[in-house]
């Protein structure tokens, strides 16, 4: 028994300082993420999301470049981003798409300018590998109140909007005519997501952040039909993978071939597409059940159909 | 409830436009725009698609500013955020992820525009139950909104715009896409909806067939004009004729109003050919 604990939980892993930082931050980022992301799939703004972290290379090339912390890099540009993406946007979806893809162009063809002029300089290719696949195994203490800072700050938007986001994620014309500012309440939804979105990019990588923005969240819409457990089911999947992914990680050191250990991002990203898989398959077999169910009530009732039409036409045709 | 209608009796006036044109980019969209819609009456809207009937409904909701006229609620200027006008907007596609049940949808119109997240209360609960009952939701309450069907997804955004208690209820063509039966169990719904709750119900349609059992009144819209009064004074083939500007004919078939163009060639100002200006399916 303890020796399946120790091949598990190989010998050090609670005493490592970077892996206790791992944790803690890489936790929070993650559960920040999630919660986040929820909202970013039911209002369509994936492509926004990806893009941002995209963005995010920009700044922390150019951080790189001057030697700040990444992290601000990262929230600046994607700060920078959201706004443009704002003004140049519009009500329709294609003009939304088309003015996020014009800001992600322009964004990554700086970070390619940055990142050359960094690595040539520098001669070496570090920084590009930490700034686009993460790192969270060189995460310092000292940070982490900054990252508990940005982590409130991206959560409590989502608390204060949590209404006119689900109304808006609706229809934007019906919150619109109920009183919700649409306009104002989409850029400070975008406001959260970049911060979402930078912290991620510190600790998973700038390239990878879609993935913990979007996969939890993603799974966590065919668990539930209800907002606020979608949220939570988000959180602790979010939290899941990126612990089991750490865990992963730090046990990969003693793997074949290199014994130099795997990425961490490798495990969270490959470990959010097993949780979606999953979940897919639970939600495609409970609407079967679900079906089943429906089918054989039917059988029972007969000709009572007649006393209830629209339900029972509309659910019998899926 | 207990307020009795006298026949006869003047009803409150909830909301009037007065003389209301719109240009957009160069077009006159709506011209001279004129009706007053009141208290437990329903008004149907009618008119072919592109007659103006949505950007009625735009200006109405304050979406646009009239280029001249006046839009007045209670006899005032509409407020900038008004939360007596209740708006079912046309055939909206919800994703089937999307995580709200219809009941969610509903409690979303008694807060919906509040900030933070709601407290479980057990009044907040009662109130949507209530609604879910008068528009007889129950059997769907806890179903994904994205997976109801057209007919369940109108009357639950029904009751996400009357949980509010609003005066004015606009409804943009309620009746698209849904079967017959359920276009009469809505049109049934919206017609006791308007005489119980005392509110002014106003319907967006092309087809103005299924709502004659229940209009107290019409508007008809046409190429952004409009003729408003009771059924029997407005579709009238020299009235119609008049907004059109071409000779149209109005027939009565057992009971339905159908409108076609007619073939007198001399009616019409800038000869097109008179069969061609009035769309199909008027009604």
Redesign the interface.
């Known amino acids: 028994m303890t020796a399946v604990l120790n091949g598990i939980f190989e010998p050090g892993l609670f005493t490592s300082e970077p892996v206790r930082v791992a944790v803690v931050v890489g936790g929070a980022v993650a559960l920040v993420s999630a919660v986040v992301g ?1 909202f970013t ?2 209002r ?1 703004q994936s492509f926004a999301g990806h893009s941002l972290g995209d963005l995010g290379t920009t700044g922390g090339s150019a951080a790189f470049l001057v030697g700040a912390n990444p992290l601000w890099g990262f929230i600046t540009f994607a700060i920078i981003g959201a706004g443009a993406m704002e003004l140049f946007g519009s009500r329709r979806p294609r003009g939304r798409d088309m003015a996020t893809g014009i800001v992600l162009g322009a964004g990554l063809g700086i970070a390619a300018l940055f990142l050359y002029l960094g690595t040539t300089q520098d001669n070496t290719t570090g920084a590009t590998i930490t700034i686009l696949f993460g790192s969270m195994f060189v995460l310092r203490a000292s940070m982490i109140p900054v990252f508990a800072v940005l982590s409130v700050l991206a959560l409590a938007i989502v ?6 986001l ?2 808006s ?3 934007q ?8 500012p649409v306009r104002t309440v989409g850029l400070l939804y975008l406001l959260a997501m970049a911060v979402a979105v930078s912290l991620s990019c510190v600790t998973i990588g700038a390239i990878l952040s879609t993935a913990v923005l979007i996969g939890p969240a ?1 799974a ?3 668990l ?7 949220i939570a089911w988000a959180a602790v999947i979010g939290l899941g993978v990126t612990w089991i992914g750490i865990l992963l990680a730090y046990d990969s050191y003693y793997w074949p071939p290199t014994g130099r250990g795997w990425p961490v991002s490798f495990f969270v990203v490959a470990l959010v597409l097993v949780v979606y898989l999953l979940s897919d398959f639970a939600s495609h077999r409970q609407a079967r059940r679900a079906g089943a169910q429906a089918m054989a009530a039917r059988k029972g009732l007969g000709g009572a159909a007649g006393g ?4 029972i ?3 019998g ?2 | 409830m207990t307020d009795v209608l006298r026949p006869g009796a003047p009803r409150e006036e909830i909301l009037s436009l007065d003389g209301v044109s719109l240009w957009l980019s160069g077009r006159e969209i709506l011209h001279d725009v004129a009706f007053s819609l009141h208290a437990g009456e329903l008004t149907g809207l009618i008119g072919s698609n592109g007659a103006g009937k949505t950007t009625i409904f735009r200006v109405i ?1 304050g ?1 646009e500013t009239p280029s001249s006229g006046k839009v007045l609620f209670g006899g005032h200027p509409r407020p900038r ?3 007596s ?5 046309q055939n ?1 596609g ?2 089937p ?5 219809a009941r ?2 509903v409690a ?2 008694l ?8 407290l479980p209360s057990r009044r907040r609960r009662h109130l949507v139950d209530e609604m879910l009952d008068a528009v007889d939701a129950r ?2 309450a ?4 994205g ?3 057209g ?2 997804l109108q ?1 639950t ?1 029904i009751a ?1 715009a009357l949980i ?1 208690r609003p005066r004015l209820l606009l409804l943009d063509e309620p009746l698209a896409n849904l ?1 017959i ?2 276009e009469q ?1 809505v049109v049934g719904l919206l017609a006791t909806i308007a005489k119980q709750q005392q509110i002014a119900v106003l319907i967006s349609a092309h087809e103005m067939n299924p709502l004659l059992p229940v209009m107290d009144r019409v508007v008809y819209v046409a190429a952004g004009r409009a003729a408003s009064g009771s059924t029997a004074e407005v579709i009238r083939a020299d009235v119609l004729s008049a907004l059109y500007g071409q000779h149209v004919d109005v027939l009565h078939v057992h009971g339905r109003i159908l409108v076609v163009a007619g073939k007198d060639e001399a009616h019409h100002p800038e000869g097109e050919s008179g069969h061609t200006v009035v769309p199909r399916g008027l009604g």
């Open positions: 929820v799939v039911i369509g608390a204060l909007l949590y209404r006119p689900l109304l994620a609706v229809s014309d019906v919150a619109s005519a109920r009183g919700v993603a966590a819409l065919r539930t039909k209800r907002p606020g457990l979608a209830q039409p629209e339900g036409r509309a659910r045709a899926r | 909701l979406m955020r008004n939360r006008i209740g708006y079912v907007p909206i919800i994703d992820d999307m995580p709200l049940r969610d949808l979303l119109g807060d919906g525009d509040r900030f933070g997240i709601p059997d769907f806890d179903t994904r909104v997976k109801l069907s007919g369940e009357r955004l996400h509010a079967d039966r359920s169990e």
